[in-house]
């Protein structure tokens, strides 16, 4: 299962950018499809996520600004109203897959997507 996003780039404070994330390749399902992101010389945080059947789930720094959505294999980050503090690269997660072989699901990530805002 491979994930390629794009949408990342470099923004004025105040700005909007959309992300995407396509998920490809062999597996019957995927439950769960979420955004994290990872400034320079910090963690890896969860932005969002969207699972099959729920509502949204948003951390702190994306609350009212950042709107996750899912077309099938494809999810979404709308991002609103960026600040520099949102300078990080975005990585995709495709969580709880369901691959042909394997009795147990598993997780993928994507390789990231830079996003800059400057103030």
């Known amino acids: 299962v491979q994930l390629q996003a794009s949408g990342g780039g470099l923004m004025q404070a105040g700005g909007s950018l959309r992300l995407s994330c396509t998920a490809s390749?062999?597996?019957?399902?995927?439950?769960?499809m979420e955004w994290y992101r990872q400034a320079p010389g910090k963690g890896r945080d969860l932005v969002a996520s969207i699972s099959s059947g729920a509502n949204p789930n948003y951390g702190n720094s994306a609350k009212g600004r950042f709107t996750i959505s899912r077309d099938k294999n494809t999810v979404y980050l709308q991002m609103s109203s960026l600040e520099p503090e949102d300078t990080a690269v975005y990585f995709c997660?495709?969580?709880?897959?369901?691959?042909?072989?394997?009795?147990?699901?598993?997780?993928?990530w994507g390789e990231g997507t830079l996003v800059t805002v400057s103030s």
């Open positions: 390749g062999s597996f019957y399902d995927i439950n769960t």
């Open positions: 997660k495709a969580d709880r897959v369901k691959v042909p072989g394997l009795n147990y699901a598993m997780h993928y």
